[in-house]
């Protein structure tokens, strides 16, 4: 079973930049992604990346943050600048047999139809 681990998160102040790790504990051809949950809020998706290395992003980063990957394609990484309170959350990388299309939505709707990581915190002041 894919095995994954964030790291990177932290406190930062709005306009700031912070970037994420996420180690995979064995590479397959799996879509990875980038996912968060805020208080009372639905988990959504962030990012996205295929094993063809093609990227989605939701509307509200796209532009701000930058999804890639190593060459090894065993750490994923998640490029965030340009950060606003609104992206105070819980960030999970995530990795899944679907295709990009469906991804945010299977995984959202669906916990289980994917591996995760445990999360880790980002925190923008203003």
């Known amino acids: 079973q894919v095995q994954l681990a964030e790291s990177g998160g932290g406190s930062v102040q709005s306009g700031g930049s912070l970037t994420l790790s996420c180690a995979v504990s064995?590479?397959?051809?799996?879509?990875l992604g980038w996912f968060r949950q805020a208080p009372g809020k639905e988990r959504e998706g962030v990012a996205s990346?295929?094993?063809?290395?093609?990227?989605i992003y939701a509307e509200s980063v796209k532009g701000r943050f930058t999804i890639f990957r190593d060459n090894a394609k065993t750490t994923l990484y998640l490029q965030m600048t340009r950060l606003q309170s609104e992206d105070t959350a819980v960030y999970y990388c995530?990795?899944?047999?679907?295709?990009?299309?469906?991804?945010?939505?299977?995984?959202?709707?669906?916990?289980?139809?994917?591996?995760w990581g445990q999360g880790t915190q980002v925190t923008v002041s203003s």
């Open positions: 995530a990795a899944g047999a679907h295709p990009p299309s469906v991804f945010f939505d299977v995984l959202v709707r669906r916990a289980d139809a994917g591996h």
């Open positions: 064995e590479y397959r051809d799996y879509t």
């Open positions: 990346i295929d094993v063809d290395d093609s990227t």
